[in-house]
């Protein structure tokens, strides 16, 4: 079994930064893609970065992505935080599961994490 967590999420002012985690666990698995979305309140979920390497290119050169492969995470860090940053931020993961020496493709969800920006 592989999970997708994201963490790091909270309520933050206008102006500053914060570093979201998605982490992966589980046993006999390898990431090959991360991509971030976020969903507004009241709007649909869009994506706005990517795992580097990936092709995918951030909506803003605010939003970095990073990864921490000896804990299987993938960082979004996020500087000068507005207002538009505000909602719930989630990675979706893909990549291989070696069942019994089957490789089998995963493609997952975690449950999000809540961003909120004050003013």
């Known amino acids: 079994q592989v999970q997708v967590v994201e963490s790091g999420g909270g309520l933050v002012q206008a102006g500053g930064s914060l570093r979201l985690f998605c982490t992966v666990s589980?046993?006999?698995?390898?990431?090959?893609?991360v991509d971030w979305y976020r969903q507004p309140p009241g709007k649909q979920r869009e994506l706005v970065a990517g795992?580097?390497?990936s092709g995918v290119k951030s909506v803003t050169g605010r939003f970095t992505v990073s990864r921490e492969n000896a804990k299987s995470a993938v960082i979004l860090e996020i500087d000068s935080l507005n207002s538009e940053d505000t909602g719930t931020y989630y990675c979706?993961?893909?990549?291989?599961?070696?069942?019994?020496?089957?490789?089998?493709?995963?493609?997952?969800w975690g449950q999000g994490t809540q961003v909120t920006v004050s003013a």
């Open positions: 795992m580097p390497g």
């Open positions: 979706n993961v893909r990549g291989l599961r070696n069942i019994r020496g089957t490789l089998l493709q995963f493609n997952l």
């Open positions: 589980g046993s006999s698995f390898s990431i090959d893609h």
